[in-house]
């Protein structure tokens, strides 16, 4: 055939026999890649044979193929009812700190305020700069052009969690999200006395979230450690300032104002609502990548993986959270973490639908799916954080002195 | 519609953005009602019918962001369907003084084309539609010449209809010459309102050519040649002339005005042509924002950014992270990984995991 074929026919065939290997065309991330080309990524070997590997990653991109088939109309109105509940949560929470002296109005404004915030952050925000909803074409759901209700910029979370975190996820050394470098989290984080504090950073980090989120994107770190000048973390940087200074006015002056003499209270109604966000991107963020359980590698392992190791990585990288419907939406459907890493940029309410074949998939080759409640999870993420306070225990000991008090270095 | 009001002008300011920000304020007016959007140009159809066998008349109330148009410009024109906003270049047919209040778009189907097809079968009065302002200097000069010659043909009639009706509405009265070359009187849109031009407007000679179907009274055959320009009295070299259909068309009257040493403007609609089955990677693809251009290598279109000197933003280069995410302005790419081509105008696409097909124009 000679003409442009149509936007809408599927070129590929799903039930043909093709095999649909993405590793054809993309480069593996560059410093996954090994000075060594011989050496073989060494990622799930522990468990799987490397055919049963590339069988895993032959089902998972055909899965990726077909979600991305069927994308539509419902997936287009799910945003859009997201993101009138958003706007109509706002105008009322917003609304109701013009009448604080109406019993449960400002409790019920931070309410509301809050779930907007958690909508616009998780549901919106996330999803739409994964690429999400790209497809759509539509300038306001465009991964590009998406500005979110925090302090930090969409540019520079774009880079450190599309980009750094979901490529390498819980690789050490490469993905900066492993305890925010803030908080031990993990037992293959170096101890040192400071982490004897680390409760009390994670306890921080849960209500100042926002900002430990601009802080991690900022990576002033790369100027310290001489990857960047100055000027080149400025110019990445440039617009930080602008951003926050809008969010603070916006939040902390302009409503405030308005609302005359209820100033005081619209103030701390407003920073209620960024705290209760905060406290809850936190948990879910936490519980879907640091409960018991969940996997972390060397760069070494994972040098040269193949696309069925790069998934099993993300599919023993994180953790779910399980819960009812308006749960999994309140999480931006980070409650289903693990089918949220395997496909980052499918829109999110496919993941719930998508996750009783990912879980009969782990159980035919055998591997782990790591879900359970909220509860479960956090107390998992808990009890990690309060024993990696401490340094690790020497081999059989029991009791307090028996630990090893110096940083382990390496492995 | 009135003109905008102290409210909009309020709605669009930044005070109102300082309440907004993150978002814009048509975030929240689109929340209520899309029509009452301050940014963003939004129109509601109001009738669709049939031009001919093959091409539809959209009719569409703007809201009042919209600036209206110049006779000759185009609008890009975005419909939702399935989910996904299609947008195309079409022009503005409406005479200059309607085109306030009203747009009006002659669309010819495309055999192959998603939006004209869309246009024809499945468009509704009351759906809206997301448009640009009106774009292009394909326009109509404030002093127009005293002899001033059109030419089209197909559905490039449409630019220059615009002016010829611009033209008629504002009385004008010196001489101007509209040479269109249509398959057959049935392929022509806006016949009978040529035919009552021609018999009202003394300033008017209104030429139609049908090159498969030829009128036995017409003065000339077939398509154009440098003779027609004899045969309707046309002095190329002092008459200026606007010209727009297919690219045959523009390509031989451009030659034969260069020789002359005319004035010609001329205006090419960007058709995608795409052929798959072609093993060999074809066409060139542009870099628009930095005017740089390359063949086409058939690798993927950031592997031939960053081959053409370019460096552009990119994570993993493998269509997971969505950093690499450009905007095509034309042209049709090929997925490597699904196999799925888009050629829409105007839209996203992830660079580290999509080819050209043919020709590419992507905004970096």
Redesign the interface.
Known sequence: MTALRENDTPLYDAESTRVYDATDHDMAPEPLVSDDATRTSTVGLDLLTPEELDELGRELDAMRVRLLAELGQEDADYIRRVMKARTALEVVGRGLFFVPFVPGAWLGGVASLSLSKILDNMEIGHNVMHGQYDWMNDPELSSKAFEWDTVGMAKGWKNTHNYVHHTYTNIHGKDRDIGYGLVRIDPDQPWHPAYLGNPVYAMALALLFEWGVLVHDLERDRVTRGEETPEEWKARNAGTLAKIRRQLLKDYVVFPALTGPFFLSTLLGNLSANLVRNVWAFAVIFCGHFPADVESWTEEEAENETRGQWYLRQLHGSANISGGRLFHIMTGNLSHQIEHHLFPDIPSRRYPQIAPEIRAICEKYGLKYNTGPLSRQLGSVAKKITRYALPPRKRGGRGFFDREWTAPHGR | MARRGPIRALLASRYVH??T???SV???L??VHPMLSVHQVRAVVEEVRPETDAASTVVMRPNDTWRGARAGQHVQF?V?V??????RCFSVVDSESDTRDRITVSVKVH??G?VSQHLKEGLRPGTIVHLSQAEGDFVLDDHVPDHLTLISGGSGITPVMAMLRTLRDRGHDRPVTFVHYARSRADEMFSDELDAIARDCTWARVERIYTRDPDPTAAVEGRFTPDHLDAFAIDAARHPTYVCGPAGLIDVVGETYDKLGGDLRREWFKV??????AEDATGTVTFEASGRATDNDGR?LLEQAEGSGLAPEF?????????C?T?KVHG?V?N?????????T???I?I??N?PVGDVCLDL
């Open positions: 300082a309440l920000t993150p978002h048509d975030h929240y689109d929340r975005g939702e399935d989910g996904t906003r299609r947008i055999p192959e998603y995608p042509t795409v052929d798959l089955d993927t994570g993993c280069r493998m269509g997971i992270c969505n950093t995410s905007r049709a090929r490597v990984i699904t196999g799925e081509v888009r050629a829409d105007d839209e996203k992830k580290c995991v080819a």
